[in-house]
């Protein structure tokens, strides 16, 4: 049974910084494409990063950029997200999730999904 368990949200202040991180098991990690997703109150969940099975590819939604850095220990079967420059619009729940298939680059099927952890900014 695949687990993801994400940890080390949190309040912070704007402009500060946190780390997320995306414990998995139960299948081989190191051939999965993983990503983040977040979902503020009354709003639609919505992608924020991905890192392909290798980590050579990533991707960001446009209001990261530049912000976050998506990456992963396939050793530790970890992903993380470290969060720079945080502004009140980035609260949300972070959730981690995993591709449907292998060997695939883009997340365009999640098959799993993490709890999620609360990310609160305060300005």
């Known amino acids: 049974q695949v687990q993801l368990v994400e940890s080390g949200g949190g309040l912070v202040q704007a402009g500060g910084s946190l780390r997320l991180s995306c414990a998995a098991s139960?299948?081989?990690?190191?051939?999965?494409?993983m990503g983040w997703f977040r979902q503020a109150p009354g709003k639609e969940r919505e992608f924020v990063a991905s890192?392909?099975?290798?980590?050579?590819?990533?991707f960001y939604a446009d209001s990261v950029k530049g912000r976050f850095t998506v990456s992963r220990d396939n050793a530790k079967n970890t992903m993380y997200l470290q969060m720079n420059a945080l502004k009140p619009e980035d609260t949300a729940v972070y959730y981690c999730?995993?591709?449907?298939?292998?060997?695939?680059?883009?997340?365009?099927?999640?098959?799993?999904w993490g709890q999620g952890t609360q990310v609160t900014v305060s300005s």
């Open positions: 139960g299948r081989t990690f190191s051939i999965y494409t």
């Open positions: 890192i392909s099975w290798t980590a050579a590819r990533t």
């Open positions: 999730a995993q591709a449907k298939n292998p060997y695939y680059s883009d997340l365009t099927d999640v098959a799993f």
